[in-house]
């Protein structure tokens, strides 16, 4: 992987918890920081999305275990399960789920390594609010399209 591949943003939010839109897409945020945990989830409710906010891997993936996501944001270095080893068991489970990490560590080896555990975007802190969201978009439109022609294959 090179510098082209990783997008370098900076993050800034206004405070809020949940949007009552019906149709809005299902966001799995983790991150080990509560601050930028709590930026993170702002700008996405402030947008309309539904945000569940989770303080690391191994609670992201109870959460997956038990609800439907439409999105997953995570860390990468976190305790009990890093965002790396979250996308393993992701990608073991064969959820069609995307993911975008968005992390000051990127662990470009792995990716290498093992490329299937890339994930849809990566986001390298500090990132802004505008390509957080135009991050997610994109993600989530591709993912829509993705699932469209699954439906027209079966």
């Not at 990468?76 to 890093?82: A, E, G």
């Not at 996308?87 to 490329?115: D, H, N, Q, W, Y």
Request: negative net charge; contains cysteine.
């Amino acid at each position: 992987m090179n510098d082209n591949d990783v997008t370098r943003i900076e993050i800034c939010a206004s405070p809020k918890i949940r949007h009552d839109t019906v149709s809005a897409k299902h966001i799995l945020v983790a991150d080990d920081s509560s601050y930028l945990r709590k930026l993170c989830v702002d700008v996405l409710v402030d947008a309309g999305y539904e945000v569940t906010p989770v303080a690391d891997g191994a609670e992201a993936w109870e959460a997956l275990q038990a609800y439907g996501y439409d999105l997953v944001i995570t860390d990468n270095k976190m305790p009990r399960l890093s965002g790396l080893e979250m996308i393993e068991k992701i990608r073991a489970a064969c959820l069609l789920l995307p993911v975008i990490m968005a992390t000051g560590f990127l662990p470009a080896a792995a990716f290498v390594s093992r490329p299937w555990l890339r994930p849809d975007a990566l986001l390298e802190r500090p990132f802004s609010n505008e390509l957080l969201l135009e991050t997610v978009k994109k993600v989530l439109r591709k993912n829509d399209d993705y699932n469209a022609h699954l439906k027209i294959l079966l």
